[in-house]
């Protein structure tokens, strides 16, 4: 099957040009009008523009074991209405993928279910090196050197040097100080009020473990991921990167703080919480001036019903992906930042990151993984209308402008102005290492 997709503003890495691209099965095979290429298939997209697929490098989709929650199939739909082509999983299921058997059970799975493509952390404990060390086909190693939901959970030093020093997988960490986010538990044993989310898991509990994590990277020369830092203070880390650190932030810590907790509630409880207004703005800086490249959504689903228990029963999470190329589509309206910029967070640098082959850009060669977007198409985010299984959104209520209107996978097309097409699968992601990261690819 081939397809010209004609007259788009296209948003090549040199920047976007008005021109058609021609996919041919699963790839990009021309950047170019090329009228004596013929195709079965023509796509008028004047008045759009064409970007590489959204690669979200941070959610978490509940399967196998937590499926009352999320699964992969509503996930993935949701994710292929929200213009993301690769999803990278985190371990935090039920069993937890922390065995080279269990990466490969939830590939298997991920092949029969998921509507994009797929790829899988596995998770460290305190003692399966050696599974960190023979796992493969899997972007890197993600640690909880602070716990979160679930029961992973790495922070003896001992532990963490080790897995610094003798793998050789990127690593990624969720960063919050686990003995000062219990010191503060301790000190608000007695509250229900969920604004203490935040000064549980303050400031200081996040900067004190992403420094901890950072200084492990730089003393071990590995590569090291900041998974959704949350503080405009982790940001100053950021500068002396040494080439070995990245960093990620996500739409809840760019646009919610303290002061939505009276309207939200535990809608936005989160790990890391959310911060303050001048939180907010201290990472979009941080953002537009390159000192953090990726921004992912952290989706982390719960009923509900789960969410509307007091605090502290509520859990910590929030469903993105389908709403956050959306969020991004909005600010380039409202002149925040530029379509290049938005490709670049959450296209491009993933892919360098963790070193996808043929993903996150429109090259010829690379993967058919495609999204249409119309910057002047408004639409408001309403429960009734999310894909994702717990059927809710902290969004619900906003109008946007800048959708997502179509979105290809490896060449098929999977969401049409509103309409999914399930019948076909998503590929499993490849990687490979060997090219270094981000900065090796500058
Ligand atoms: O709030 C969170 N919930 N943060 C995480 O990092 C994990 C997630 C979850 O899995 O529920």
Redesign the pocket.
Same mark, same amino acid.
């Given at each position: 099957m081939k397809t010209r997709i004609k007259n788009a503003t296209v948003v090549l890495p040199t920047g976007s040009i008005r021109t058609s691209v021609i996919i041919d099965g699963t790839k990009i095979v021309e950047i170019d009008d090329a009228p004596q290429v013929t195709v079965d298939e023509t796509v008028d997209a004047t008045g759009l523009h064409l970007i590489p697929g959204v690669i979200d490098d941070q959610v &978490?989709f509940r399967e196998p074991g937590l499926t009352h929650k999320e699964d992969f199939e509503h996930a993935t739909r949701a994710c292929a209405k929200g213009g993301i082509t690769s999803f990278l999983e +985190?371990p =935090?299921t039920n069993p937890n993928t922390i065995t080279v058997e269990r990466l490969h059970e939830k590939l298997d799975l991920a092949a029969t279910k998921c509507l994009v493509n797929y790829g899988f952390y596995i998770g460290a404990t305190p003692d399966n090196i050696e599974q960190l060390k023979a796992a493969r086909r899997t972007p890197g190693i993600k640690i909880f050197i602070g716990s %979160?939901? #679930?029961n992973l959970l790495v922070d003896q030093q001992d532990a963490l040097e080790r897995i610094f020093s003798e793998t050789t997988l990127p690593i990624t960490a &969720?960063c919050e100080d686990e003995s000062t986010v219990r010191r503060n538990q301790e000190r608000f044993s007695a509250s229900t009020d969920v604004a203490d989310h935040s000064r549980i898991r303050d400031h200081q509990a996040a900067l004190i473990a992403t420094s901890r994590a950072i200084d492990l990277a730089k003393r071990h020369d590995h590569r090291f991921h900041v998974l &959704?830092c949350s503080t405009g203070a982790e940001t100053e880390l950021f500068y002396d990167h040494q080439q070995l650190i990245t960093a990620e932030a996500c739409p809840h810590h760019l646009f919610f703080n303290t002061d939505d907790y009276t309207r939200l509630g535990s809608l936005i409880q +989160? =790990?890391p919480s959310i911060k303050n207004k001048e939180d907010n703005e201290q990472l979009w800086t941080a953002l537009l001036d390159g000192r953090i490249q990726v921004i992912a959504t952290?989706h982390?689903p &719960?009923t509900l019903v789960e969410k509307q228990k007091p605090f502290p029963q509520s859990? %910590? #999470?929030l469903p993105a992906v389908e709403n956050s190329l959306a969020l991004m589509l909005n600010e380039v309206n409202s002149g925040r930042c530029t379509l290049e910029q938005v490709v670049g967070w959450m296209c491009d640098a993933p892919a360098r990151v963790w070193d996808l082959v043929d993903k996150g850009r429109i090259e010829i060669g690379y993967d058919a993984d495609l999204v249409l977007v119309d910057l002047n198409y408004r639409q408001e985010i309403r429960n009734v209308d999310q894909e994702t299984k717990c059927q809710w959104s902290p969004w619900d209520g906003v109008t946007l402008s800048g959708w997502p209107r179509r979105t290809w996978v490896m060449g098929h097309e999977v969401f049409r102005n509103g309409q999914l097409d399930l019948s076909k699968r998503g590929a499993e992601v490849k990687f490979d290492h060997a090219r270094g990261g981000y900065w090796a690819t500058a």
């Open positions: &978490h +985190m =935090n %979160s939901t #679930g &969720h &959704h +989160m =790990n952290d982390a &719960h859990p %910590s #999470g």
